[in-house]
């Protein structure tokens, strides 16, 4: 008895798979890999075996990185001081190299070797890549006041010609956020990977933007646990971006550019709960926050408009229709 419920059970979760594969076979995924998925061994080859499947399935799925926990550990080692401001490392011209160093000798590579281990291929590259990235450097502000974030950047520019090629020839392209200072040549900056993540979603035309986070979603209120939010259109998480907490910020700042800039929809999603992207991409579970364009939402069907505005108000673990 045990077996065929057991068994009942893989069989209800394939048939409800069904829909979200006819949705992304053939379409671009973005899915920016951090946090405690990136150190912790068993959520790092869950990830690898979401990639893998994604691939396998038809979804052309591309990796964006950075490597936040590693970093920090690298200059710890080497006696280099490291402070963020506003959710945002401030980064000097010796913290830069080792960010470089981290991201595409390390974690990339480690990345595209998880993932080849569960029957894909898969290619590290950085924004250095073949011009992939080009970046200016940003300050930010932090209770009003401007900072200097130092070699820190955005990227102005993406030319997708590799990755699209990587994603034609079967391949699962993993991307770092380093990229050459558009000012200054020969210059690495620090990009915030979800940040990068977003520039490539929308240059890439993707269907999805996933971030992976440490924290079940937004919170409106943070750090009050009833505060969820389920799903929130773009003009209303522009009016709430300036009071979320600084960790937050640069998250889903990124999805709002996503979403306006084109790309179908975006998440924020809990990275510590195994198998995560899969949960959120090809079932009904609810582990993270929906973000839509507000005109999406605006052209929709009345009542599935007014679900999503009320369960962005409530935090209600009502999945909107992707």
Not at 50 to 70: E, N, S, T
Not at 132 to 159: I, K, N, P, Q, Y
Request: proline share 4%; charged share 20%.
């Amino acid at each position: 008895m045990a077996v065929e419920s057991s068994a009942g059970a893989k069989a209800v979760s394939l048939i409800e798979s069904l829909p979200w594969l006819r949705r992304y076979q053939g379409e671009i995924l973005v899915v920016k890999f951090g946090g405690n998925a990136m150190v912790d061994d068993a959520l790092k080859h869950a990830f690898a075996e979401d990639m893998a499947y994604l691939r396998q399935v038809g979804v052309r799925v591309v990796v964006a990185h950075g490597g936040g926990p590693q970093i920090s550990a690298e200059l710890e080692r080497r006696g280099i001081t490291s402070e963020f401001r506003g959710g945002l490392r401030v980064t000097s011209p010796e913290a830069v190299e080792v960010v470089r160093e981290v991201l595409t000798m390390q974690v990339g590579p480690q990345i595209a070797s998880l993932i080849n281990d569960h029957g894909a291929t898969a290619q590290p590259l950085s924004g250095e890549t073949d011009g992939l990235f080009l970046a200016r450097r940003r300050g930010t502000v932090v209770a009003g006041e401007s900072v200097d974030l130092g070699l820190v950047g955005d990227v102005v520019t993406v030319d997708p010609a590799t990755v699209l090629a990587l994603l034609d020839a079967g391949l699962i392209p993993v991307v770092s956020s380093i990229a050459p200072d558009i000012d200054t040549p020969g210059q690495s900056l620090n990009v915030n990977a979800d940040s990068a993540a977003a520039a490539l979603a929308v240059a890439l035309g993707a269907a999805r933007l996933i971030i992976l986070t440490d924290v079940a979603g937004l919170y409106s209120d943070w750090p009050n646990r009833d505060s969820l939010v389920a799903s929130i259109d773009s003009d209303r998480l522009e009016a709430l971006l300036p009071s979320l907490e600084s960790g937050m910020i640069p998250k889903m700042a990124a999805c709002l550019e996503a979403v306006t800039g084109g790309v179908g929809s975006a998440a924020v999603i809990d990275g510590r709960v195994p198998h995560s992207v899969l949960l959120e991409a090809f079932s009904d579970s609810r582990i993270g926050t929906e973000i839509y364009r507000t005109t999406n939402i605006a052209t929709a069907d009345t009542a599935t408009a007014g679900t999503a505005i009320d369960t962005a108000t409530t935090g209600t673990d009502t999945k909107a229709a992707k």
